[in-house]
């Protein structure tokens, strides 16, 4: 019976084992969840599957370029036939992103489509096939890894605004439209920097300025994703924001 089987996770942007593609898998794997763990690396994507086996779960690595409607598609297909044992997705998380400071004048055409497809036309692609699956069955959530940059610009990061903003109403377009039919789609802003190897390796010294506390940790943001799967369908959350004590908004 279907009610046996183990449910499925997609995680979307997964990529060192101490980041927050990394730890959601391992909140939802530790939750019951056979994880697909998704991102571009497959070495990285390996290891975390590896920790998510060695710690007693389940997971498989499914090397996808977000912003290829041909990887998505097949990420996705897969998802809702993930193998003995395992039930079709009923969670799905966009967490794909890219975030630096880049003077306005220097950001190329190139380079501004480049932060688009990945932060927008990405959560584009992954939504509208996991609601192309998941509607039909009248259940399941999507989730969408939003940033402060979803709600304002800063000098800087006009490129990664620009895809933040476009991300966030898509996950309000697909909620309205949804939700009635029983998916729950929800929008998570990060407002201040995630406590993870890309941060202590690129900014050391923001890390040290920052203080006990003052980044969000990676397995505490998952927490927050996993109770909004959990959430009762007459009290949704579209959207929430997620921000260390310290930090000024």
């Not at 939750?31 to 498989?60: I, M």
């Not at 990887?71 to 897969?78: N, P, T």
């Not at 009635?180 to 802003?189: D, E, R, T």
């Not at 390796?201 to 003052?214: F, H, I, Q, W």
Request: a neutral charge; glycine letters at 12%; charged letters at 20%.
């Amino acid at each position: 019976m279907t009610s046996s089987l183990k449910p499925t996770a997609v995680v979307v942007g997964v990529g060192a084992e101490q980041g927050l593609g990394a730890a959601l898998c391992r909140k939802f794997a530790s939750q019951g969840h056979h994880v697909l763990v998704a991102g571009r690396t497959q070495a990285k994507l390996s290891r975390v599957v590896d920790a998510l086996v060695a710690s007693g779960g389940s997971g498989e690595a499914v090397v996808t370029d977000a912003t290829k409607e041909a990887d998505v598609v097949r990420l996705l297909d897969r998802a809702m036939v993930p193998g003995n044992g395992f039930a079709p997705t009923d969670l799905v998380v966009f967490n794909a992103g890219n975030n630096r400071h880049i003077p306005f004048l220097d950001v190329d055409a190139a380079l501004f489509e480049e932060f688009w497809r990945v932060g927008c036309f990405g959560g584009f692609l992954v939504g509208r096939e996991a609601a192309r699956r998941l509607v039909p069955l009248g259940r399941g959530t999507v989730l969408f890894t939003g940033a402060s940059a979803s709600l304002r610009g800063k000098a800087g990061f006009a490129q990664f605004a620009a895809a933040k903003a476009g991300l966030r109403m898509i996950s309000q377009s697909m909620a309205r439209e949804f939700g009635p039919q029983g998916l729950h789609v929800a929008h998570v802003l990060i407002d201040g920097g995630i406590d993870g190897e890309r941060v202590r390796t690129l900014a050391p010294e923001r890390v040290k300025a920052l203080g006990e506390d003052g980044m969000l940790d990676i397995d505490a943001i998952a927490e927050t994703y996993w109770q909004l799967h959990r959430q009762h369908r007459s009290a949704w959350t579209q959207e929430v924001d997620l921000r260390p004590f310290k930090e000024s908004f």
